[in-house]
Nanobody, 120 residues
């Protein structure tokens, strides 16, 4: 199971850090991803990281502003979000899968989501 937290209301240009704690074992073959879904829009890829090594990928819309990282002893994945924009407003979901992919359909385990609201 995955438990996401850290969402909230922030002003434009502000920062937030999301956390995702896994209650079970995360195998070395896993990848951990962050996705988001704004009202009336489809779920979209944000970032992903390989659990076994520090290999990451980002959506173009967040590149240079967001950073995904993981803490193995804590079984936790983070999403540091800087220079937030109103268009970043969405429910953010963490996920786990075995394919290093930006396609949400390849991820098999999902957290409950945490709401991020960026005011202008």
């Amino acid at each position: 199971q995955l438990q996401a937290s850290g969402g909230g209301l922030v002003q434009s240009a502000g920062s937030l850090r999301l956390s995702c704690v896994a209650s079970g074992r995360i195998y070395s073959s896993y990848v951990m991803g962050w996705f988001r879904q704004a009202p009336g829009k489809e779920r979209e890829f944000v970032a992903t990281i390989r659990w076994s090594r520090d290999s990451t990928a980002y959506a173009d819309s967040v590149k240079g502003r967001f950073t995904i990282s993981r803490d193995k002893p804590k079984n936790t994945v983070y999403l540091q979000m800087n220079s937030l924009k109103p268009e970043d407003t969405a429910v953010y979901y963490c996920s786990a899968g075995i394919q290093f992919s930006s396609d949400w359909k390849t991820y098999t385990t999902w957290g409950q989501g945490t709401l991020v609201t960026v005011s202008s």
